[in-house]
């Protein structure tokens, strides 16, 4: 990454799913132990489940000014609607990483789509750790952050006693994006038809 | 009681500061002011040790007067000031002198409130039933029917009894006394300072240039008689009906419980805090610098 | 504050470094009332406060968290509140007694959209002007404003630091993306970090003036309970703090407390500059804005645009000289606010050199962004 240069990822979805949790383990991964400057905000309704929950991290190597996020480089959704709402904000060549079992319609074929809330469900037997398994997909394919770093910072948030089942939905996620190869995916999030109109 | 009224005035009274006092000539303010002063004497109280709170009003100005560390705050708000110095400072001694209208109108949030928190602080109101200084309009405990500069045909509100809402919300010491009973009044603060917990203190009082005037009481000396023949003791009035208890005054301690006080609460609060952030420093020296171990 | 070797980087909100700073600073009392987004102020203090000897406590309502604070601080310990627009209403009672007693306190308010109970999850800036003017008459007062979480550490020692200098109520303004965004940060150790306590006084008793002047303006500070009984009213007092009616007597009280401040200016003031050198064009933003506004002037720089950035960090007194420079410097100067112009109105009081004022007004709960004030660069 050049001096000035941000990388950006959203995390959205539903309230509840742990959205902004997944974010402040990023940022916290990013921040505290690979010593990167990182800047996390969120925004939420007054409800405490339900309705839509965004949280962002932005990352660089220099102060960051603007704190919200500018041109997403990484968009996770975490249902269609989401999905929906945020695609448009991302780069031509950023990337978007969704759950698949939640979401059907892609906007493009630049996506990877793992079935987060399943593998949660199988692999670990808890639903509510969907949102660690999605953070170690994003952490890998983002190349933003320590895997060690990001494991560590998980392990520093989660409440007692949930450490385990945390970090085995973590590296549930990293072997999954592991699997995937982003050279395969086309260039740009934009469709090939563009250019004509 | 001579010689003690020169100790009073020598030692308790502010020489630096020009009297005369802006109380009206036969206010019960004085009254209250001695027997109040008196009782911290017989309690033998430093006077760098305490602190004298007071709102706004008449009884307000007593903070001026008077040789302790004194404050003279804003309307209503005077508890939540000594609330802040108790919990700072506990060992200074707070007391705390409002009026009627400061303490169960404007501040009758806050006093409620310092009641059921149950500090180990004092509250002395002084009721004279009116907004003396503003010109005698009605307050929470002018009487129904009576008139004021606001209820020029007879009030139509209800009056608040203020030391039954007191022990209500929860203070641990309730007494109340009035202007006549110079000593009874001196005994009972004397037991409000001394008591641990929230201790309220009602002096009935009189306005005879507002309140007293508008209602056909007379004057000073007409309106603090009255009082002696309106007063039955707490004993007494267990008594006797409540239709041979209306428009007496009640004298005596009406509350005397005991609950935890939260100042000390607090305290224990403060150990436990600092045993646990103790402990948490010696886990994280064990485990070194990094802060967090699987 | 960057990082050292040593020295490990946590990720805070800025309502957490707010508390990190406060106590560095040696607060020991807070009182407050439950809102939003100010509550996590309270919540980790109740936490922190008795672990360092200190007391937090929950009081009925914001106009006694006020009262609350003053009293603690009057016994002698490092007070705060921190509330948002509707509290910040009721504490301008208790606020006015604490310019006009001279007692050392600190408040937050943590600015959500407006008027009323608005939009409390959402930013504003409404709330600058009555920061200034907000309880009733004329009455000296010093406003600070926080844009980044590293910020809410070194504004709240500063203004900690202030308030024990000048022994009055120093007001912090936050809104709610500071509040709420979490930022990784160096905390300065308790050795790096220079605190200022409230100068004491050091005659005997008897010859003790609470209110008396001197070279600074600024009484030492007797704390309840010392030994130096005085007396405290809200009431305009002499020297010895008795009430008084006397005109020579009120002017020389009212001059000092406001003078104290103008003594203060160079120190009180604090702006920050970014690309100011060559700029013929500027930005005049505080709080989370001037971040917007510090992207917007690099991407004008990339434009080949000279623009740069003044950051208010000192909001008042309004840092007229330091803002004259640049006016006098700059051709045009933009003023974006999450506000209907409250800033942009001291800007135009002190302008007389023709620089060119453009605001720009945002109060829809959204952060104002970068390509908003690219806009007005590339344009005016």
Redesign the interface.
Known sequence: MKS?ERYEIRFSGSGGQGIITAA?VM??A???FD????????????EARGGKSKAEVVISNAP?????A?SVDLLLAMNQAACDAYFSDIKSDGLLVVDGGLVQQLPTSRSVSIPFTQIAIEQIGRELVANMVALGAVGYLSGQVSLKGLE?AL??RVPKGT?KMN?EALQAGIEEAKKIDLDSLPRSVLSEWDDEF | MLESAEIIRQEYLRHDKKFPHVWCPGCGNGIVMGALLRAVHSLGLSKNEVVLVSGIGCAGRMSTYVDFNTMHTTHGRALTFSTGIKLAKPELTVLTVMGDGDATAIGGNHFIHAARRNLNLTAIIVNNSTYGMTGGQYSPTTPFGSKSTTSVYGHVEHAFSIAELAATAGASFVARSTVYHASHLEKMIKQAIVKRGFSVMEVISNCHVQHGRRNKLGGAVEMITGFKERSVTVDKATKMSPEELEGKITIGVLADIEKPISTEEYQRVIAEAKQHAEKIAKEKEKNGVKRYEE | MESSENQKKVLLQGNEAIVEGALAAGCRFFAGYPITPASEISEILSVKLPELGGTFIQMEDEIASMGAIIGASLAGVKSMTATSGPGFSLIQENLGYGCITEVPCVIVNVMRGGPSTGLPTSPSQGDVQMARWGTHGDHPIIVLAVSSVSDCFSVTVKAFNLSEKYRIPVIILSDEVVAHTRESVTLPTTEQIRVFDRVKPDVPPEWYKPYADNNRGVPDMAALGDGYRHHVTGLIHDDRGYPTQDAQEIEKFLGRIHGKISKGFQDIMVIKTHLMEDAEIFVIAYGSVARSALRAVRDARELGIKAGLVQLVTLFPFPRKNVDIYLRQCRAVIIPEMNMGQMSREVSRINQADCRIVKHNKINGQLITPDEILKHLTTV
């Open positions: 000035n402040v940022a916290d990013v921040g505290s010593n990167k400057h990182v800047c996390q905000t969120q925004s939420y309704g007054p960051i000014d603007y704190p919200k500018l560590q392990l520093s450490e970090s």
